[in-house]
């Protein structure tokens, strides 16, 4: 019987930035720079700043740099820190089919290491990073396309950090073997409970973060000579038959590899809060500008949502939530959505925010039903209903939410998120480094040290 992980690492291992297809370089951009977005935004959100207290704790070399502050330690630290940024907010891009966020695990691992490479090796290129980012989405978002099992494990976590491991192995060139053993180290580390997302813990974040560091800790033990187990997919103690429950059809899939590329079906959240909530304003919002009611004119909302959305999101309205039971309660965003005409990062800080009596009084007129839908993973189509104070009901029927691939943000849009979420920042980036920041990432090609990105996302323009 053949080991699919070799169909994955020659994938890896061969891929080059020439082979990708325009579209996919061209994504690759627009979610690189979505990233580091929120991943700046996110030096303001839960106890940021403790955790970089924390982590310069964890190792004193000055390897690597923190998205928005700079503030240097540990690559391994780093990564944590970065990975945790990026999630924190609840904004930052999804991969619908996976049930993924793959980009926040990849990237806070790639720029560490990438940083530290800086004076032991030659510099991680932006070309060179265009394919790494491209294999690692492919490799993170595989283990969620292939089960239908129903989600149990928080895979931003648990596939986010092979997807890191992907990136990684592909920058520092390692050949089929040793990308087996680095994933084989990864997948003794992996980690990511759902836990925290029921119970809207922090925590949630920091295993991105955990999975990130475990990343860098795989590569280093696979080129220092490591052997990893390999048969880590499909093997008697494999990740699909504990993670997945034995359910997959990886075969199937192996073949789409470098023909259809994970980076085309990557989702953007236009919102920070759970991509689960986001129909609710997309469906109201919709209704409100064709039918020309008002909030107030509401008396009854039924969001009829797939049973993933109805598990992770349809939890109750409580009247003192933290700031990330507030983003993953569906009912509540709606309230944020109907109090002040818009869902944003200032909306979740803060008591006043979080205990705001308009908020409340709306979300409690929503009620999340779960459809028929079979498919467990499935976040789409959803259904937004509203009925009036004078009798009139109206419907908004969502195939795909504003942001899935098929109903995008556009090029403009996303840029203008992205300087959004950098005044959002704990120290706001100025004008000129955003533009400094957006060319780059946009040019990413002629980038010969991505190094360079994480100076600009500080504010450092020279």
Known sequence: MSNPLDQVAAHV???????????????????????????????SGAGVADLIAVARGWGSDPEASVLGSGDRMCAQSAAVVNAYQIHCLEFDCVHEGAVLHPMATILGAVMAWSERQTGRSAPVTGRDLIAALAVGVDVSTMLGIVTDAELRFFRPATAGGFGAVAAIGRLAGFDETRLKDALGAQYSQTSGTLQPHVEGSPMLGMQVGFNARAAIVSCDLAAAGFRGPHDILTGQYGYFR???????????????????????HMSHKPFPSGRLTHGAIDGLGQLMARHEFVPDDIVSIIARVPPLNHRLVGRPL????????AKLCLAFVAGVFLARGGVDVPDFLGQDNLQDPAVHRYARLVQ???????????????????????????????????GHPDNPLSAEENV???????????????APAQDALIAAIADLEKVDDIARLMRLSTGEVT
């Not at 504990?242 to 085309?264: T, V």
């Not at 009925?387 to 195939?399: A, E, Y």
Request: hydrophobic share 40%; charged share 25%.
């Open 416 to 430: 203008a998120k992205f300087r959004r979420c950098a005044g959002y920042a704990a120290r706001p980036l100025p």
């Open 368 to 402: 999340v039903e779960k459809d028929d839908n079979p498919d467990l993973n499935a976040l789409d189509p959803q259904q937004i209903i509203v009925t009036l104070k004078d009798g009139q009901t109206h419907v908004c029927d969502l195939p795909h939410v504003y």
């Open 13 to 43: 291992v061969r891929t080059r930035t020439e082979d990708l297809p325009e579209a996919v370089v061209d994504r690759v951009k627009t979610f690189l720079l979505d990233t580091f977005g929120v991943g700046i935004a996110g030096s």
């Open 242 to 264: 504990l993670f997945e429950q034995d359910n997959q059809n990886i075969d199937a899939f192996l073949p789409s590899l470098g023909r259809d590329w994970q980076m085309l």
């Open 318 to 325: 409580i009247d003192a939530p933290e700031p990330n039971y």
